[in-house]
């Protein structure tokens, strides 16, 4: 389905042409000035200056024909004026605003089509990597916001028929491991442990090796040693090392799939760093071998500064000095290994933005490492960080690092707390339920709803409030037209209108139409707070129009179609959008 403002775009340069008119100039954009009118011509003021001419004499001319232009034979503008200082101001004609609702109705795809929306070079296939889980370490709240976000940016890129590869880069190789495993040995614990054990061990064997000063705790220097030594051993694969870490492996694996499974984040691949264990060796080899590394105090670096750099860019160290490898060799070598694997045509990291440097150092290493079969787009997602009310990195009660799973009971706790305290009538449906739907979504859409480069207060309370830019507000809103529906007992909606519609409801329609341009917009700026902003917003316009209207007692049959075509627009597209945010909705809250 071809968008309204392309289909009067199209006649706009027919009309223009006939007119002596650069057709090139012929496009109409959404008013800023939404109460005066819903688009707006701009391009007077350059085809003035072409001319010579004065803007306003130019925008009166234009408005005197465009006034005219038909879409499908219906006048397309029921108002067409020429403003100062240059112009033409337009206000779309009903009964062609009702067409456009009624095709995005009769479509399952709310007329949106990822081949029309995007720019004929857009990628087919990106690869997202997203997540980064530390294997035997919890996932703190640090994890949260890379793993929504990246949900949401791979579902929108389905949605608008992107194949996508989601991986979510384990980070499964580090000395963590060592640790863990030296820790395991000394607990008598290598037969049985769980995940619960992993848990308490991580901290306690980190604690161990490295000491803190400020409690007095002095560092076990011959434990850290073993810890880097096992870690070295099951880089080698050396045993036992190898066998535990692979148990250490599949239980965090598990567990990580059930903590991402409640969040709705699902990857195709559990690769880690680990993968490309025994690329890492031979690439850097090669490497050496075509000059591209070369030795630098001991070890091995490229050069990937370029001219253009404003921020100073370090070369990019590959081998230490001991032979070892390091985090930028595992990140090059996965880049080899997705080359040899899959077939993107674009890469998108979502990966806390203190990583920027690395990265962009990865990515520029491979380029000129010839690791790339074309030459492909590199976007780090620069995600911000999630902070608490004191304005700094979010910490537990005891000061330690917020685990996600903590953050996740809270939300749930609480929002149960707001259901039993609000005494809602929630007749045999299961509460918790509800609570945990309610809960899960008042922190998702907190993360979502902020930029994801934007650093944002962390604040359960406002992202719990029924009122405002947050989750529970947009599902509310979806609750109310279902249960409007229900007492309606409206099964298909009649789509063709017949009636007038008042400014409200324009308003809402003429933002439903839109709805393929926010998702556009969204995916060219890999932002999916544009979609949040969208759906708050018509959100709260239905929430005006339903308190302005009497829908189930209406009277004029005319006037209720209308009605109940708008609740149907606005729950399609909200939901359409919660899907690509991965929010779940209960049925009532
Ligand atoms: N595991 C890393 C961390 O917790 C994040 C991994 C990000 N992805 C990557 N390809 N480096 O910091």
């Known amino acids: 389905m071809k968008s309204i403002i392309s289909k009067i775009n199209n006649e ?97 795809k709310l007329g949106i089509d990822g081949k029309e929306i995007l720019p004929s070079d857009a990628p087919k296939c990106i690869l997202l990597d997203y997540g980064g889980a530390n294997v035997a370490k919890p996932l703190h709240v640090g994890h949260l916001r890379v793993a929504v976000i990246g949900e949401a940016l791979k579902r929108l890129y389905n949605r608008l028929g992107i194949k996508t590869i989601g991986d979510v880069h384990l980070g499964d190789f580090g000395l963590q491991m060592g640790l ?77 799939k059930i903590r991402y499974g409640e969040l709705n984040v699902f990857f195709d691949y559990y690769y880690g760093e680990s993968t490309v264990k ?23 670096v490229i050069d990937v500064k370029e001219d253009t750099d404003k921020k100073e860019m370090p070369p990019c160290i590959v081998r230490k000095s001991d032979g070892a490898v390091l985090y930028a060799t595992s990140d090059i070598a996965t880049i080899k290994f997705r080359e040899e694997n899959f077939d993107a045509d674009e890469y998108v990291y979502i990966v806390d933005k203190r990583q920027n440097l690395h990265l962009t150092q990865c990515f520029r290493a491979s380029k000129k490492a010839g690791l790339l079969k074309r ?41 149960l707390n707001q259901l039993k305290a609000n005494e809602r009538d929630l007749k045999g449906l299961d509460e918790n339920d509800i609570a945990k739907k309610i809960g899960i ?47 309606l007992g409206v099964n298909k909606v009649d789509t063709k209108l017949n009636t007038d519609c008042d400014e409200i409801v324009h308003k809402i329609f003429l933002k439903s139409i839109k709805y393929g341009d926010i998702l556009f917009d969204a995916y060219k700026n890999y932002d999916t707070s544009i979609i ?58």
């Open 375 to 415: 030459d492909k787009i590199f976007h780090h997602v620069e995600v911000g960080t999630m902070n608490g009310s004191d304005g700094r990195a979010l910490k537990s009660r005891d000061g330690g690092v917020f685990k996600l799973e903590t953050l996740i009971k809270d939300a749930k706790d609480k929002a």
């Open 532 to 589: 949040c902003k969208y759906i708050y917003e018509l959100s709260d316009d239905f929430n005006s129009f339903y308190h302005e209207h009497s829908i189930i007692n209406e009277t004029d049959e005319n006037k209720k179609a209308l009605y109940i075509v708008v609740c149907n627009i606005v729950d399609k597209i909200v939901r359409d959008a919660l899907s690509i945010l991965a929010i779940e909705i209960p049925d009532k809250m």
């Open 441 to 487: 979504a008042a922190l998702k859409y907190g993360d979502l709803s902020n930029s994801p480069t934007r650093d944002y207060i962390f604040d359960l309370e406002k992202f719990l409030s029924f009122q405002g830019n947050t989750g529970p507000y947009i599902l509310y809103t979806l609750v109310r037209i279902k249960s409007i529906f229900e007492k």
């Open 278 to 300: 025994d690329i890492m060796g031979p690439m850097v080899d090669e490497m050496i071998k075509k000059r591209i590394a070369y030795e630098s105090e001991g070890a091995y």
């Open 12 to 108: 706009l340069k027919k009309i223009f042409s006939e007119h002596g008119f650069d057709e090139n100039h012929a496009f109409i954009s959404i008013s800023n000035r939404p109460e005066l009118a819903d688009y707006q011509i701009n391009s007077c003021f350059n085809i003035a200056k072409a001319l010579k001419k004065n803007p306003v004499e130019v925008a009166t001319e234009m408005a005197g024909f465009v006034r005219d232009l038909k879409v499908e034979g219906i006048n397309a503008f029921t108002k067409c004026e020429a403003c100062p200082p240059g112009f033409v101001n337009l206000k779309l004609n009903d009964e062609l605003l009702f067409l456009s609702v009624e095709e995005v109705l009769n479509d399952d």
């Open 180 to 256: 863990v495993i030296e820790q395991l040995k000394d607990d008598n614990m290598l037969d049985s442990f769980t995940i619960s054990d992993l848990e308490i061990i991580y901290p306690k064997a980190s604690l161990r090796a490295k000491g803190d000063k400020n409690n007095g705790i002095e560092s076990d220097t011959e434990f850290d040693a073993r810890a880097h030594e096992a870690t070295k051993k099951l880089q080698n694969d050396v045993e036992p090392e190898t066998s535990i870490w692979k148990k250490i492996l599949k239980i965090s694996i598990d567990d990580l």
